[in-house]
């Protein structure tokens, strides 16, 4: 299958399971460097994907391996000094590069560390699942938690370049392949509409062709990237389904034995915030009701009780695009089309949480 090319703003992204010989191209400068390069994996990319490039490229024979534990509870500063030490320990120069091999923790964490190392070294994203293929390792958002809320502390920092081989997918369980598709169903339903009518076409469970996927919805993330690389305005639709999404996430982080992952968090962020659409942009109540059935027919529902609402109405304070009891969100007007902005209520929002209670699964 045909390599896709993406240009970035500074690096490119190559997406194709045939992406081994411009990763080997791209690393030949180091083949024979004093330079070093450092990989960093989880326990679950150690285990599935390095063996795959260990097998393809002899240089990652030769890496430097910095493994963390798989979690978004280990997205932490402290997680960050460890790797530091780690990176200082096996002398580590301005000229090293580190290669994140992961999911959404392993980019926004490893470019976080390789971008404060020594004032920044260079970094690029290998993703492994099917969130930080289309989203996460796309537009230079590093960054870490902070007391349990997400993205605390971070900056902009751009990859060097972006390598994403959909064949990794195959390694998933299928609960975390499922949980990248709801960022696939919020790009589909912010840019245009025809991208929207052919994913709603689809079953998740039967999709083969990844591939076309990742591609369509990796130009969609990086189009809104382009066009505001530092996030000030046009970029901040991307934020749509985000605003709850990420208080939900972190109330199930503090609160759950099994955690909802990001994108399970996002679904419902979506589901919300589609209700608060409808009710104050005008979305038209039977594209509100596409979407919705599209989404619990994807992720199973979630329980948590009208007491929580206060929990989680005080984590959407500490999100970075809010003010005080002032909640910013980016709300559909329709399919393809957007407010960012927009400033909700106190009593939407607890209404569109009610809504989403009242949903079956």
């Known amino acids: 299958m ?26 030949y400068q180091y083949e024979f460097s004093e ?17 795959r490039l260990m097998s393809n490229i002899q240089l990652f024979q030769k890496v430097h391996i910095l493994e963390i534990r798989d979690g978004e509870e280990n997205k932490t500063i402290d997680t960050c000094q460890q790797l530091w030490q780690d990176l200082a320990e096996n002398n580590a120069d301005r000229n090293s590069m580190l290669i994140n091999l992961g999911g959404g923790v392993i980019s926004d964490l490893g470019g976080f560390v390789a971008s ?9 994203n290998i993703p492994t699942t099917l969130l930080s293929m289309v989203d996460a390792s796309i537009g230079g958002k590093v960054g870490v938690d902070m007391k349990g809320l997400k993205n ?16 990794f997918l195959e390694t998933l369980p299928q609960r975390q392949l499922f949980s990248g598709f709801s960022e696939v169903i919020k790009h589909s339903v912010i840019y245009e509409k025809h991208y929207w009518d052919e994913l709603s076409a689809l079953k998740i469970s039967e999709i083969t062709n990844w591939k076309e996927i990742i591609d369509w919805s ?55 915030e589609l209700y608060i659409s409808g009710k104050q942009a005008k979305l038209p109540k039977n594209e509100m009701d596409e979407i919705i059935s599209f989404i619990m027919s994807a992720f199973r529902h979630y329980s948590f009780r009208s007491g929580n609402f206060d929990l989680i109405l005080d984590f959407m304070k500490h999100d970075k695009k809010n003010s005080g009891d002032k909640f910013n969100f980016t709300l559909l007007t329709s399919i393809g089309n957007s407010l960012i902005n927009q400033e909700v209520d106190i009593k939407l929002i607890n209404e569109s949480l009610r809504f989403y209670q009242s949903l079956k699964s």
């Open 218 to 272: 990796a130009e969609i993330k990086n189009y809104f990237i382009m066009e505001d690389p530092l996030d000030t305005g046009f970029r901040k639709v991307l934020n749509f389904g985000h605003t709850i999404g990420h208080a939900v996430e972190t109330f199930s982080l503090q609160n759950d034995d099994h955690p909802l992952l990001h994108g399970e968090a996002v679904a419902i962020g979506l589901i919300c």
């Open 2 to 27: 045909k390599q896709t090319i993406i240009n970035s703003k500074g690096y490119s992204i190559f997406i194709g399971d045939d992406v081994y010989e411009t990763i080997r191209s791209f690393l």
């Open 152 to 167: 605390q502390v971070g900056l902009f920092s751009n990859p060097q370049v972006v390598f994403i081989i959909p064949e």
């Open 116 to 124: 404060t190392f020594k004032r920044g070294i260079r970094y690029l």
């Open 35 to 51: 330079h070093k390069v450092f990989v960093l994996v989880d326990n679950n990319s150690r285990k599935y994907c390095l063996p």
